[in-house]
Every structure is written in structure tokens, then in C-alpha cells.
């Protein structure tokens, strides 16, 4: 049978895109293929999505579309794996951190169309956000796929392949950083007395709240601080301390620390 997409490795970010392309009626669901080395895994995929499952990675042979969604770690083994059997038309749409465009392109033969993608896990409630770059022979007909594929979960930028490093440490990597501060915060408010789900039922919508009135006001983080921050408040004593303990520097050093990992990982 053609399947329309197969996704390589069914883990965490396959099942988010893979759920949202079911949500969104991309396709059929029985096209939408999913192999993996977890036997336990895929039949619980085919029960709650409705999507086809192979433990083979074969099976991209009949596709029209295979988003690769392994661990870079083991990308070498998957390329070398498919690549005999992959046709040459064959869209390849690679999520893994780090895998460069040439890289895959190499590995599964000349010509072949890649398009790689970071996306970030709130793709699983459908809130994601993905970065989206062409390799060499990348198309814009196969660009507008897979922003329609990662549409599917959220919202979609495109970017050049070079700075899909500082992507994948700033919204691939970001939703961990939110939770670390998220954390913090409530380990704060645990240390004050504050009950645990008033806490969390506070944090939560302020996070939330601070995101969509940026997002809706336009202006910018430092703005929206400053409106928060009356000179010799609260706001001020918690700003002034997180600047003697030196916050901002260390985002940023973590951030290039992620950037640096990701091309790492392409080595
Ligand atoms: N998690 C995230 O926030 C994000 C991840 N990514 C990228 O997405 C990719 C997948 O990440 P994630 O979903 O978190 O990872 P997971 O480990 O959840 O998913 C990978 C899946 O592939 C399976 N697998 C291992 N070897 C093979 C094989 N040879 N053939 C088929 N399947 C195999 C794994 O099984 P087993 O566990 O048994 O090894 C696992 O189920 C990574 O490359 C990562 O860089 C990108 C953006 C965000
Ligand atoms: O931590 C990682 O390597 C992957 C890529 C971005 C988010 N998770």
C-alpha cells in the first residue's frame, strides 16, 4: 500500500505530530505509518491514533513523505537502514536536533529533497513551535508540506539551516527552561506557606497570562517588566536580586551551552 507519511521512530514528538495530522484530517489516518522498535508502543499508537504501524523500517519504501523522529544519536544506523530502499522522490522531513541537511542527503543518496524541522514538545496539546529550514534541494512546494505537516501542531517559522542551533536552543529546547523557572517558583511559594494547588493554579496562569499579553500587546519583555516594577516595590526587590545573582548572564551562557550541544551532535 503507498502511505502518504511514515514516521521513523515513534517516541514523544512522532506521537504529537502524528496526533495532530489525525486531529487535522492531513490524511487518512491508516496513511500515516509509524515504525519503531517498541512493539508495545506502536500497538497503543494504532489503538489511539488510528494510524498503521510496521516494526520494519522498510516500509518507507512505499512513501510519499518519511519524517525521520529517532535520536541523532542513532540517525546513522536509520539512514543506513532506509537508504537502500528509499525512492528517490521520496520527501525526507528530519526533526532530530543537530543532523545536518547534508548529512541525510549524503547518507541516503544524491538528490534526495531534505527539509529538516525543530519543533518543541507543547506540539502534544497542539501549541507547538517549529522551526523550519531547506536543505540544498529543498523545494518551496516541499517547504509549504511540511509547514502544513508541523501546522498541524502549532505555529511555524521558517528559518535559514544555519541557525537551526540557536532554534533548537531557544524553542527546542525552550519548554524546559519554562519549566525550570516554573519550578522555581514554586518551590518559592512552597517555602512561603502557599498551599500546593494555589500555587500551581497562580504560576500556571500567570506564565500564561505574561506570554499572551506580549504575544497580544506587541511590546517588548522589558517594556511589560518595567510595568510591573514600581521603584522600591516588590517587583524591584526580586528584579534587583535576581541581577546581583547574575540571572540573565547564566540564560544566556545555557542557551549557547544548547546551541553548542546541537552542533555537536552533527559531528
Ligand atoms: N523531545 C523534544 O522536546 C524534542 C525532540 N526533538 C528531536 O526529536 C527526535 C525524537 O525525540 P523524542 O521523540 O523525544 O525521542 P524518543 O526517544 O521519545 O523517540 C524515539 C523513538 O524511536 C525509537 N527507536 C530507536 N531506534 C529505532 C530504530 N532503529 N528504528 C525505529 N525506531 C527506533 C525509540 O525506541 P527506544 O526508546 O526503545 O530507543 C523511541 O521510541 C530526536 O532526534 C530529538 O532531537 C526535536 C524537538 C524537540
Ligand atoms: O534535548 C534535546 O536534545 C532535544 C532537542 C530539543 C529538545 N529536546
Known sequence: MESKVVFVGAGNMAEAIAAGMVRAEFCAAEKIVMTDIRPERLSGLETDLGVSTSADNSVVKNAE????????????DVLEDIAPVLRKETLVISIAAGITAEKIERALGEGTRVIRVMPNTPALIGQGASGIAAGRLADEADLEVAETILGCVGETVRVDEKDLD???ALSGSGPAYVFYLLESMLAAAEEMGLEKETARTLALQTVEGAARLMKDSGEEAAELRAKVTSKGGTTFAAMTSMEESGVKPAIIKALKAAQMRSKELSG
Open 166 to 168: 540557536a532554534v533548537t
Open 65 to 76: 513523505i518519511v519524517v525521520l523522529a529517532v535520536k541523532p544519536q542513532i540517525m546513522n
